[in-house]
């Protein structure tokens, strides 16, 4: 009995024996997974750090859990793709390095690399052609010594700024060895922030400079000159008006703007011929092309601001080139109203003259043919003939002495006068004797009171009086009074001679004194050359006098004539 | 081009960025090519950070928009 209770004893010790063994056995695979999922948790989170996000917690992840979501496999995937894009920047970096130094050494500028502590790392081909020489090595060389070689002071040192600053830096003309350069420093850091290296870039700008410098020059004097063109240009007393082929305004002086009120320099573009206020003168300037000729001329009328009528010659220059043909016009506006003026004025006075000259010479030879007949005449009759032809003869010599007058005048001969103490009254009397026979119609009237001298030659100022009352006498009608009268103040005499004709209207009186300026040349019952106001005006100036007309249309002219009276 | 849009709201770090990496994974060849994008919609705001820049390191181009309460992280190839 006892056998089998030892053989039973026996099994379970056999089987406590292999549980405790599988107990162990177990408690060490424990050990050994948990040992390998730590080992797997570790190696996570430390991957997880590199990436740069939190550590797994055993609560978001049981160990079967991490084993079946696989970050390691994840993470190393991951990192894979990482490896193959670092591999492709790397060889981006390679070729952009390659780029760098391609540029660094063909750049036309010199670049000089140096460490924080002014020594020269690198430099580039152009650095030795430029600032140091072929065969000087200055690697490890401080920049101060063997590039500036201590030329340049401290506070102008590139590299000192560029170090203390901490920002790119430029100076512009850096003149060293004859030539000039524009430098640019910048620094370089390292991941810490701390300065790890100044570039410097030196550009030569010698050649820029001096075609800056020429071209100043040539800007300066292009602009003198321009200055001087527009001076002359705007000083010209005509207008000036330059013109392109497309019909475009190109060129006015300031005349031009005025004339036709029209300024170029308010206009954003070149304004067209077209905006011409004148019509006449642009349908002028539009022909001008089509023309055969190279000068064109023509006179055009423009309005004053005051409403008078002002006359211009334009004077179209058409500019050809041979290759192009028509390029534009060069047009001047000459003011030609006076000139025009005096030209009708020649033209009325050649005609009044004419008729002044026929009618006493038509007397002349009328009575000369009556004298020749064969017919006796009684010595009475041969008398009157003889004094109408004298008579007649003499007019003809007044007008021919005017018409010398005026010439000797203004040719500039001068006029022989001498100043002499002259009785007035008794020269109003002496002139007025003449005109008693030649005008009886008339009533001369001298309102002088008390005897007055003036200082006058004898002869101008009797050629003066005869002239005033000739025109008074011409324009007043049959039976009007001519008033003489004196006034004498301050050693000055006024005489006046007032009549009551048909008086002048203020434009009238404006124009009385210029040469062959008749009131009214239309009117040929009034004789006259136009001449007598003129001469009387220059003579009487010529005496150190002045002539003042005031004049009412329809109620008579006073000319007062100023002369210096003798005191006692 | 297709879009791939992957919803991890509600997932926190450092799930949200495994999740990602793990879509970056599957899809790269074609992101990188330009074939997809990925579009991950998150509520974790850490990993508008963290996932932007894994993707960075992989050459991958990214960029973030805030929408009502959540993210949307688009990953695509870079220009």
């Known amino acids: 009995m006892s056998q089998p209770r030892q053989n039973h004893s026996a099994i379970n010790l056999d089987e406590k024996c292999e549980l405790e063994l599988l107990r ?359 008398r009157n003939y003889l004094e109408l032809i004298q008579s007649k003869a003499e007019r003809l010599g007044d007008i021919v002495g005017d018409l010398l007058d005026i010439s000797r005048i203004e040719s500039g001969e001068g006029l022989d006068l001498e100043a002499k103490p002259c009785d007035l009254v008794l020269f109003c009397k002496e002139v007025l004797q003449g005109f008693h026979l030649q005008a009886a119609a008339h009533e001369f009237v001298i309102d002088i009171v008390s005897p007055t001298m003036i200082l006058a030659d004898r002869f101008a100022f009797l050629q003066i009086l005869e002239n005033v009352i000739s025109n008074a006498v011409k324009y007043s009608p049959q039976g009007g009074i001519i008033k003489l009268s004196a006034v004498e103040k301050d050693g000055l005499c006024q005489l006046s001679v007032a009549d009551q004709g048909l008086g002048m209207t203020s434009d009238q009186m404006e124009r009385a004194f210029d040469k062959f300026y008749r009131a009214d040349a239309t009117n040929t019952a009034i004789s006259g050359t136009g001449l007598g106001l003129t001469i009387v005006n220059l003579l009487v100036e010529a005496q150190h006098g002045l002539v003042h007309i005031a004049s009412v249309p329809g109620q008579g002219t006073t000319v007062t004539l100023t002369f210096p009276s003798v005191c006692d | 081009m297709e879009i791939i849009e992957i919803d991890i709201r509600g997932q926190v770090c450092p799930s949200s960025l495994l999740l990602a990496l793990r879509k970056l994974n599957q899809y790269y060849a074609k992101i990188a090519s330009g074939d997809i994008t990925l579009v991950i919609l998150t509520d974790n705001r850490d990993a508008t950070s963290t996932i932007p820049d894994a993707a960075h390191n992989m050459g991958v181009a990214s960029a973030v928009e805030k929408v009502d309460g959540y993210y949307r992280i688009i990953l695509r190839q870079q220009d």
Not at chain 1, 59 to 73: H, I, K, R, S
Not at chain 1, 167 to 193: A, C, I, K, L
């Open chain 1, 24 to 382: 162990e056995e177990n408690a060490r695979l424990q050990a050994s997974n948990s040992e390998l999922y730590g080992y797997i948790r570790h190696k996570v989170d430390d991957l997880l750090s590199i990436i740069g996000t939190k550590t797994l917690k055993p609560e978001d992840f049981d160990d079967l859990g991490l084993v079946e979501f696989d970050p390691l496999g994840i993470i190393s995937n991951a990192f894979e793709h990482v490896l193959k894009n670092l591999r492709a920047t790397n060889q981006k970096l390679h070729f952009a390095h390659d780029e760098i130094q391609t540029v660094f050494d063909t750049v036309g500028a010199a670049i000089l690399v140096l460490n924080p502590q002014g020594c020269v790392v690198s430099y580039n081909q152009k650095t030795q052609d430029l600032l140091i020489g072929r065969d000087v090595d200055v690697t490890g060389k401080s920049c101060q010594e063997y590039i500036c070689r201590n030329q340049t002071p401290d506070e102008r040192c590139m590299f000192k700024k560029v170090s203390s600053k901490g920002r790119e830096q430029h100076f512009n003309n850096w003149d060293f060895n004859g030539n000039s350069y524009n430098v640019v420093g910048r620094p370089m850091f390292d991941e810490t922030g701390q300065l790890s290296h100044v570039v410097m870039s030196y550009s030569d700008v010698s050649a820029r400079r001096n075609a800056e410098t020429a071209m100043f020059l040539a800007l300066t004097e292009t602009q003198e000159v321009n200055a001087k063109l527009h001076g002359i240009l705007n000083s010209v007393a005509d207008s000036v008006l330059v013109t392109d082929a497309t019909g475009q305004i190109v060129l006015m002086n300031r005349r031009a703007e005025e004339l036709l009120g029209l300024c170029l320099a308010d206009k954003r573009a070149q304004p067209q011929i077209d905006l011409l206020p004148h019509q006449e003168l642009v349908d002028f300037l539009r022909m001008a092309p089509a023309q055969s000729q190279d000068l064109l001329v023509k006179d055009f009328s423009f309005s004053g601001a005051s409403g008078q009528e002002h006359i211009h010659q334009a004077r179209a220059t058409v500019i050809n080139t041979t290759k192009t043909g028509f390029k534009g016009c060069i047009t001047i506006l000459h003011e030609v109203t006076q000139e025009r003026e005096i030209d009708r004025m020649k033209s009325d006075f050649i005609s009044t003259a004419a008729h002044e000259l026929r009618t006493p010479l038509t007397t002349i030879l009328g009575y000369a043919d009556l004298l020749l007949m064969e017919e006796e005449w009684s010595p009475v009759e041969q």
